[in-house]
């Protein structure tokens, strides 16, 4: 899937394949983390990985208010425990499949929200 606007500085989406996301300057494979200014392939590949310890270090490096968790084709839930956990960070969650997490984000973005994306 193919995005057309993009702002340069940022790092919004261009496009999205089963196994790899690109940016205006980049390309890595999922699983994957994005925000404004900030991005990293990451060792998480399923929903049962996610919890505060593994996203403190990349919360960090860009404050964030909104986690949009892609969980791959199709759409899955977090855990109620696990919202909690990421709530008490001050972050809130959203999941759905990784296209549509990829459209949320740019959109979000472009509306200069401190948003960030963690594709499955």
Known sequence: MEFNQQEASYNSIVSIEERYVKLAH??????CFISSRYYC????????DIDKISLFPLSNQDDI???????????????????????????GTESMNNKSACRS???????????GLLLL
């Open 105 to 115: 984000f740019n959109l979000l973005l472009s509306d200069t929200r401190s948003v």
């Open 41 to 48: 392939e990451v060792d998480m590949a399923h929903l049962d």
């Open 65 to 91: 208010d909104l986690l949009i968790i892609g969980t791959g084709a199709t759409h899955q839930f977090l855990h109620p425990k696990q919202q909690e956990a990421i709530r008490q960070m001050g972050i």
């Open 26 to 31: 980049a390309q890595f494979k999922i699983p």
